[in-house]
């Protein structure tokens, strides 16, 4: 699965950005959905992700409240909704799909994911 992350930029403090992850010529049936984030000099961090099979959306604590990820009916398209942007939030954001195979864990974890999309910048400014 060939993933593409776009949507990123520079915004200020209190504002906000909706980031997309495509998957090229797939639907993302069948795949749980994450975002993570990487700041320079730091660890990949888990965002959020939402299930495949029920829709539920689990999120880090450090962005529960402010950020919203959703999927279009066609299912080849996630999304990652931004709001009250602060400087902490300022990475490097990456989407990812696990692929399904019947797990109770939450896949929290960079090595719980099958594919990367790219990275896309989101900056912001104090």
């Known amino acids: 699965v060939l993933l593409q992350a776009f949507g990123g930029g520079l915004v200020q403090t209190g504002s906000f950005l909706r980031l997309s992850c495509a998957a090229s010529?797939?639907?993302?049936?069948?795949?749980?959905m994450g975002w993570f984030r990487q700041a320079p000099g730091k660890e990949r961090e888990f965002v959020g992700v939402?299930?495949?099979?029920?829709?539920?959306?689990y999120y880090a604590d450090s962005v529960k409240g402010r950020f919203t990820i959703s999927r279009d009916n066609a299912e080849t398209t996630v999304y990652l909704q931004m709001n009250s942007l602060k400087p902490a939030d300022t990475a490097a954001y990456y989407c990812?799909?696990?692929?399904?195979?019947?797990?109770?864990?939450?896949?929290?974890?960079?090595?719980?994911?099958?594919?990367w999309g790219q990275g896309t910048q989101v900056t912001v400014s104090s």
């Open positions: 990812a799909a696990e692929r399904v195979r019947g797990s109770l864990l939450l896949p929290t974890t960079v090595a719980d994911y099958d594919y």
């Open positions: 939402i299930m495949w099979s029920s829709g539920r959306t």
């Open positions: 010529g797939k639907t993302l049936l069948g795949y749980n």
